[in-house]
């Protein structure tokens, strides 16, 4: 895999620091970009928090994975806050930490020389996650050309950029009932979302509500940079990103980046388990691929809500016993706390627990790439976050969406109803509705939305083949960092 630079000899070989928002889906998605940047012989400084970096250590093989790369390096900036601080519930307060307490030590980093070497000069681009603005003003202020990226997808930024819109129609704020009223005052999406498809925070009814002021403030913030990097690709998402081309018209949708990673490193975008690279911040647990290698093909449902969700003991138990009535096949992860109260395992009742034996296995965390592109997996309940969505996407396997916060809300609208990939359970969770939608998607709707997904799956791989939009892009990205760096 290794490459030498491509550049010219003499020339500075341009000094790329990633900084991904501090989260498992962004942290996913941004080592792939660094990857595929390092492939055609950029020096890339990863830069993650303390935080991220002590449970990759703990949980993956990170380093030996980066060894192939001469130009890789991964630093480490803290995040502000204690060690045992809750992080993934509570990340407004994080946000915050991230605004004050890591931006001057961002610019320290920067203006110190620390991440220079003799192999390598300073740093010549910024690509940090767009709702990390203070990363612009930093590198703004020591004249550093920045690009941000975006790991949500097109769409929901799209109505992060409309937020103002929405204010000013008087749509928001919104009291909590009457979640059908159609939005009319986004542009190319007019009566399309409901406000239950609006980001889960627009339901405050409260505009000074902490989330609605920093998407709002930090999404405006986006056009200021070089330009702005979004994991997609134009036949999923192109009539949307022509609407944020007239905000930020330098856009390199190059997604999906997992997929577009596997098809440069093997010129083919099916995955393998030694092929993956792994950022997990769980321990993943390989035995259920054991487990679904002794499946029928497509009989199985693959069950995650992601890595930030948590599910109260009645929701836990309305999915479990709509699942096991439906008697579909399942793999379930349940990440040690993901259950509001913990220890579940001692509360499970007799009879679900009888019919998980009989049909189901359940693992803490799962090689979830590898799991969606198994033969025995035929549908993804899913929380509706990004990542999940681009990878149920690539390898062609419909999903019913149950989507938790934030994004999710925009993201299962447009699954549902705009692509129709699968079905949308948006505000539900009921074991009856649980077990009708498996039974649809599983059984009576099954060949319909299989066509559907695999239709949209050969998009996306034609997309990152040579010629495609994504592979495309992703060159003008690596021709446009290499002139800035100049
Ligand atoms: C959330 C949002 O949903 C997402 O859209 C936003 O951009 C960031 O915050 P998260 O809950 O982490 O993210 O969901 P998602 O974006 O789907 O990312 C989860 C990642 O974890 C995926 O890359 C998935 O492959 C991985 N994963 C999940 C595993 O590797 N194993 C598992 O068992 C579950």
Not at 126 to 143: K, P, Q, R, Y
Not at 219 to 238: C, K, M, V, W, Y
Not at 253 to 276: A, F, M, Q, Y
Not at 309 to 318: C, F, G, N, R, S
């Amino acid at each position: 895999y290794l490459k030498t630079s491509d550049m010219d000899q003499g020339s500075l070989t341009p000094h790329v620091l990633i900084f991904p928002l501090p989260l498992q889906g962004p942290v996913n998605s941004m080592f792939k970009l660094a990857e595929l940047l390092c492939l055609s012989g950029l020096n890339v400084t990863f830069l993650v928090t303390e935080h991220i970096h002590g449970r990759l250590l703990r949980y993956t093989d990170i380093q030996s994975r980066f060894v192939r790369y001469r130009g890789f390096r991964l630093e480490t900036i803290s995040d502000g806050l204690e060690e045992d601080h809750p992080r993934g519930d509570r990340f407004m307060e994080l946000f915050d930490s991230l605004k004050y307490k890591t931006k001057p030590l961002f610019r320290e980093l920067l203006t110190s020389g620390r991440l220079n070497s003799e192999a390598r000069g300073p740093v010549t681009c910024v690509i940090a996650d767009g709702i990390m603005g203070f990363t612009g003003d930093v590198a703004s202020e020591i004249g550093v050309p920045f690009v941000y990226s975006r790991t949500i997808s097109a769409c929901c930024l799209w109505v992060f950029f409309c937020l103002p819109k929405l204010i000013e129609s008087g749509e928001l704020p919104f009291a909590g009932d009457d979640l059908d009223t159609p939005i009319k005052s986004i542009r190319g999406m007019e009566n399309f979302l409901r406000r239950r498809d609006l980001p889960s925070f627009c339901r405050t009814g409260d505009l000074s509500h902490p989330s609605i002021q920093l998407y709002k403030t930090e999404s405006q913030e986006n056009p200021r940079a070089h330009g702005l990097i979004l994991n997609t690709f134009d036949d999923l998402e192109g009539p949307i990103c022509s609407e944020i081309r007239a905000l930020c018209p330098n856009l390199y949708t190059i997604g999906p980046l997992h997929s577009h990673l596997k098809s440069k490193l093997s010129g083919t975008t099916t995955t393998t388990s030694s092929d993956t690279s792994s950022s997990s911040l769980w321990k993943e647990d390989r035995s259920c691929i054991t487990w679904l290698d002794a499946q029928p093909s497509k009989s199985v449902i693959y069950i995650s809500f992601g890595s930030l969700a948590v599910l109260t003991w009645d929701q836990l138990m309305e999915f479990w016993h709509g699942v096991i009535n439906s008697k579909t096949r399942f793999l379930w992860v349940i990440r040690p706390d993901s259950v509001a109260g913990g220890d579940w395992e001692t509360r499970i009742p007799a009879e679900i627990s009888q019919g998980t034996k009989e049909k189901g296995y359940i693992v803490g965390w799962a090689p979830q790439e590898e799991v969606l592109a198994h033969q025995a997996v035929g549908g993804f309940l899913t929380h509706s976050g990004w990542n999940s969505t681009l990878e149920s996407v690539i390898e062609g396997v419909p999903m019913i969406c149950w989507p938790y916060f934030m994004d999710q809300q925009v993201n299962s609208r447009f699954v549902g109803e705009a692509w129709r990939l699968g079905l949308d359970m948006k505000d539900a969770c009921d074991r009856v509705i649980v077990e009708e939608m498996l039974k649809d998607l599983m059984e009576t709707r099954k060949d319909e939305f299989i066509k559907r997904a695999d239709e949209m799956a050969n998009l996306a791989r034609k997309s990152l083949a040579e010629g495609g939009s994504s592979y495309c892009n992703l060159d003008r990205l690596i021709k446009d960092i290499k002139s800035m760096s100049q």
